[in-house]
């Protein structure tokens, strides 16, 4: 997974802080310097607010580093920023996190300590660390395989709208993965994933909707 680019989340960010941060004097010019490329500026104003203790500042100043936006960017700096910024509460630092340290950001990837932040992320309600989660517990990278784990995070990223995750639980349930098999869930899961544009969902349904029905046992 790649982290997200910082500009796209930046205002969505800013409209989920509390008051107090979103009005916080500086923080609307120095988005606005990030806009307009002037990283030594943004840098400035993000700097400052950081070390006054905004979360939201503190995250976009470790985005920076990553990104390599500012003159002496460090993958270090960045995870202390990122670190400050969860512990402030902002869930999409706790994502990063995950991701910085799956990536290897700093150098060799880390899957246990990625899985240990997106699960962190994943019961704040990210619906991205909730997917990463549960892969992890599928796949068994980061964590000790777990069909019944991966069921439960995709599921809660699944009720979150996740189209990917709605697709994986209802193939869950279909088959019985991790879960009791429910064909009766299973289609539910696959109309929400076709209603949400999943182009295979549809092609499942049919193939649910053809399928004979069991034999009664003698």
């Known amino acids: ?30 988005l606005a310097a990030y806009a307009q490329d002037d990283w030594p500026r943004a ?9 006054r203790g ?17 003159p002496h960017a460090s993958a270090g700096r960045a995870r202390q920023w990122l670190e400050k910024a969860a512990a402030g509460g902002l869930v999409r630092a706790e994502l990063a996190l995950g991701q ?28 991205d660390a909730q997917v990463a989660a549960a892969t992890a517990y599928y796949l068994g990278r980061g964590a000790p395989r777990n069909p019944a784990q991966a069921a439960h995070w995709y599921l809660e990223a699944a009720r979150s709208g996740d189209v990917g995750a709605q697709y994986l639980i209802a193939s869950m349930y279909e088959s019985g993965l991790g879960v009791e098999r429910d064909l009766r869930l299973a289609r539910y899961w696959y109309e929400q994933a076709a ?3 999943d ?17 009664a046992p003698p």
């Open 1 to 30: 997974m790649h982290p997200v680019p910082l500009l796209s989340c930046l205002f969505a960010l800013l409209m989920q802080a509390p008051p107090v941060q979103a009005a916080e004097a500086g923080m609307e010019e120095t």
């Open 43 to 51: 840098a400035q104003g993000f700097e400052r607010l950081a070390r």
């Open 54 to 70: 905004i979360p939201l500042a503190q995250y976009n100043l470790a985005m920076m580093h990553l990104r390599g936006e500012l």
């Open 100 to 127: 910085f340290h799956e990536n290897g950001a700093a150098g060799r990837p880390d899957l246990a300590q990625a899985q240990a932040w997106y699960l962190r992320a994943a019961r704040h309600g990210s619906a």
């Open 195 to 197: 209603r949400n544009g």
């Open 199 to 215: 182009e295979a969902a549809p092609y499942k349904l049919k193939e649910l909707a053809e399928a004979p029905a069991p034999t």
